[in-house]
């Protein structure tokens, strides 16, 4: 009889690990065409509502669009018009127990780097014009695929255990980001890198079934925000140093892990001119009076010498000098050292975000010194990422170095708790 009932339970117990969710794929390629393949399994293709077809293996299922509406067809016959195409893999309680995966491959025209395999059940529908994708997938198969799209296929088993805890907690806090669009995440860096189906890896679904219960918590019992990102260059951010908001377990943790891995340097060469530029864009406020875009390059110099200047230098020394000493006066200013981690770039007493700097000028990180030679900045910076909390390529060489996950987990966020998340209801 109890066997009975826990047979009951671990079927019928219906809580996010046991519920599909809704990921929405590829929709920043805006597709107006792909090709949908069984890999693995079976499955049933319906269509506004009613079963049409039942796919094979090595039929490839073609998805076009038509006076607003989805022809769908194969090489042999056009299956139809329709709205909503969901392609649903069969219910088959032995595959079910056997751990037996269904994987279909999409195919895009022209872009064959982007084809990807996706486990579980695909929905597609179209919003102007063009396909909405969304990918209907089990909790472990998502956390798996997360896993592996974010750090790769070769790390140690203990560094996968913590991504997975961190990827499935950041899921659990977020899952309602994309509820406007009808679906619970996407697939990019806004919420998790998600390029499919875990494929060659067995550790990472292994880590991910077997701490598929593990979270982790604030001191106030809180699924912490999971932030994660490539490298930190050595030292981790605070919080409302890159975002507004203070937040008690992110702050500055020095890290000596990352400081010789793959993204802990990078160099970056910006003209005088654009350097200007940004000053001159996002700087300098904004004044009714101005028409910034009407200004030729000798009105926006002197704008940027009146502002400037005088925050440091007497205003009667200033007007001693021609354009070209003014030029040079802001150039020597431009040097910077960052030997920690600094919030703002002050030139000439102005404050400027480093995470405008690095926003504007495509930066990979805001860990970063100036040196100025011969009429440009040369940057050279450290770490890859905003910087706050989980640094993965530290983290990679703390489990090298033998470290357990929890002890990885907790290097990067600070009193935190791991705890054993028991039968979370969700709700698409
Ligand atoms: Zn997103
Ligand atoms: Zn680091």
Redesign the pocket.
């Known amino acids: 009889m109890k066997k009975f009932i826990f047979i009951f339970l671990l079927f019928f117990v219906k809580n996010i690990y046991s519920q599909n969710l809704k990921i929405g794929i590829l929709n920043n390629l805006e597709l107006d065409n792909f090709k949908v393949e069984l890999l693995r399994g079976s499955y049933d293709v319906f269509a506004d509502g009613k079963m049409i077809f039942e796919m094979r293996r090595n039929l490839q299922l073609s998805a076009k669009i038509y006076e607003d509406k989805i022809i769908l067809y194969t090489k042999y016959k056009i299956l139809g018009k329709f709205d909503t195409i969901y392609i649903k893999k069969k219910q088959n309680i032995l595959r079910k127990l056997l751990f037996l995966k269904n994987f279909l491959k999409i195919s895009l025209k022209n872009n064959f780097q982007k084809n990807r395999t996706y486990d579980d059940n695909l929905i597609f529908y179209l919003k102007n014009n063009k396909f909405v994708l969304i990918n209907e997938i089990g909790f472990m198969n998502y956390i798996a695929g997360v896993v592996e799209s974010e750090s790769g296929s070769k790390c140690e088993f203990e560094y996968y255990k913590a991504q997975a805890i961190l990827c499935q907690t950041y899921l659990l806090r977020n899952k309602n980001k994309h509820k406007k669009d009808d679906f619970n995440m996407c697939d990019g860096v806004h919420c998790q890198a998600y390029k499919g189906k875990n494929l060659n890896n067995k550790k990472i679904y292994k880590a991910s079934r077997k701490f598929k219960k593990y979270i982790v918590v604030d001191e106030k019992n809180k699924f912490i925000d999971a932030v994660f990102y490539a490298?930190?260059?050595?030292?981790?951010c605070r919080a409302e140093d890159v975002w507004s908001n203070k937040i008690s377990y992110l702050k500055p943790?020095k890290?000596t892990?990352?400081?010789h891995?793959r993204q802990a340097k990078w160099n970056k060469i910006i003209s005088f001119k654009d350097w200007k530029n940004f000053l001159f864009e996002k700087v300098i406020p904004i004044n009714d009076s101005i028409d910034k875009e009407k200004l030729n390059f000798k009105q926006k110099d002197s704008l940027l010498f009146s502002y400037f200047l005088p925050k440091k230098y007497p205003t009667n020394s200033i007007e001693l000098l021609n354009e070209k000493q003014k030029d040079s006066l802001l150039f020597e200013n431009s040097f910077f050292e960052q030997k920690n981690r600094r919030k703002n770039f002050e030139f000439f007493e102005e404050k400027i975000k480093l995470t405008n700097i690095r926003y504007f000028f495509k930066l990979r990180s805001t860990f970063f010194e100036i040196k100025n030679i011969e009429n440009s900045l040369h940057f050279q910076g450290r770490?890859y990422g905003h910087?706050v909390g989980f640094?993965?390529?530290?983290?990679m060489e703390m489990a090298k170095k033998g470290f357990k996950y929890k002890e990885i987990i907790k290097f990067?966020y600070k009193d935190v708790n791991l705890k054993k998340n028991r039968n979370i209801e969700f709700k698409n």
């Open positions: 490298n930190c260059g050595g030292e981790t943790v890290d892990f990352c400081i891995t770490g910087g640094c993965q390529e530290g983290a990067y």
